[in-house]
């Protein structure tokens, strides 16, 4: 049994991580705003200990750290809105840097021994550059505060493990979806926002043509890596793409999305949104390199993403 903090923990990502590492039988610590995450996330366990708190909060964050000790750190905490990043950047900069940098430091001052630290990161660091697929070492152009923090913050983990010896890890995710996946800003991911207007019979509106491609990584796939990643020590002071290294455009997804829940999609289209990346897609080789593989395609994904919905 491992004792594991998860910041960000009653989010998406992270409470699905939550209910992995429980069931796992773990016990699990878990700092949460509640800003985008939801206390019904949280797994039901007596092994979890919730903190509604901020992670800009260092004197909080410190004092929990020095007190457990915790044997991993999985950082999922954010702001994750682009938009939001780019209305305000100071604040969200006190978030997804300087938390975590704060986090970081109270490691090393106060000679934690977490055997890995694992920050959550972005495709957005790429930015638009033309090269397809985008693998780690492809051209990094952080376009918004919220890019900018990542691949900062990445530089600061990976730095802290080069300058100072913490073993840190880095993973940027692509579009992550499935259960759980908060729709209620436009900047949510938009299979969860499709969901919602399939549940709720509402419109959608498609931005662009809808030729846009992406890729697409199941919820399942996305704690495989990250467990992957925590428990594999040679995975050290390094980045990793996780997705699925396959793509498809936002139509097909929709198509798809249609077939598995035997209902219509509602759709008004809008122009394209600012700023929009046009095609993204990974080469998943270096996280493949470590014994992953992503086991859920598109179509079993919505599936099973459907299923969930009708549960609830
Ligand atoms: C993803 C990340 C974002 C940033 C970015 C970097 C998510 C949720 N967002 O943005 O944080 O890392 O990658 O490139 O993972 N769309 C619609 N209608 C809607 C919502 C979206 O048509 O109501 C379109 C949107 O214009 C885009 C596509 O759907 O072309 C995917 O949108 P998204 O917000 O889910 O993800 P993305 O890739 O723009």
Redesign the pocket.
């Known amino acids: 049994m491992s004792k594991i903090l998860i910041t960000g923990g009653a989010g998406f990502i992270g409470s699905t991580l939550a209910d992995k590492l429980i069931e796992e039988g773990n016990q699990v610590v878990i700092v949460d705003d509640l800003s985008m995450g939801d206390v019904e996330n949280l797994p039901k366990s007596m092994n979890v200990t919730f903190h509604e708190e901020s992670i800009t909060n260092h004197f909080f964050m410190t004092k929990l750290l020095i007190t457990n000790n915790f044997d991993y750190i999985y950082l999922l905490a954010a702001v ?3 938009a939001d990043s780019i209305e305000r950047p100071i604040e969200t900069h006190a978030v997804n840097q300087n938390a975590n940098l704060n986090i970081l430091e109270t490691i090393r001052k106060e000679k934690l021994t977490p055997k890995k630290i694992v920050f959550s990161s ?3 660091v ?1 930015g638009n550059g033309p090269e397809l697929p985008k693998k780690e070492t492809s051209s990094i152009d952080p376009m918004s505060p ?2 900018i923090d990542k691949f900062a913050t990445e530089r600061f983990m990976v730095d802290y493990g080069k300058l100072y010896g913490l073993p840190t890890v880095c993973t940027r ?4 979806y499935g259960p759980k996946q908060n729709p209620k800003s ?6 969860s ?1 499709v969901s919602d207007c399939l549940v709720r019979d509402d419109i ?5 043509d ?1 030729s ?1 491609t ?1 890729d697409y990584v199941y919820i399942d796939d996305v704690v495989d890596a990250l467990l992957i990643l925590a428990t594999t020590p040679e995975a050290k002071n390094d980045v990793y793409n996780v997705a699925t290294g396959e793509t498809i455009s ?1 139509v097909d997804v929709i198509k798809a999305y249609e077939s598995a829940s035997g209902r219509k999609v509602k759709v008004v289209k809008k122009e ?2 600012l700023g ?2 046009q095609d ?1 897609l990974a080469d998943i080789t270096k996280l493949r390199g470590l014994g992953y593989e992503p086991k859920v395609n598109v179509t079993a994904g919505l599936a099973k993403y459907w299923d969930a919905l009708q549960e609830k």
């Open positions: 994750a809105s682009v972005s495709a957005a790429y919220y890019a995710f692509f579009n992550v436009p900047y949510s991911g938009v299979l926002i959608f509106t498609l931005f662009g809808g846009q992406r936002l394209a949104r929009d990346v993204s």
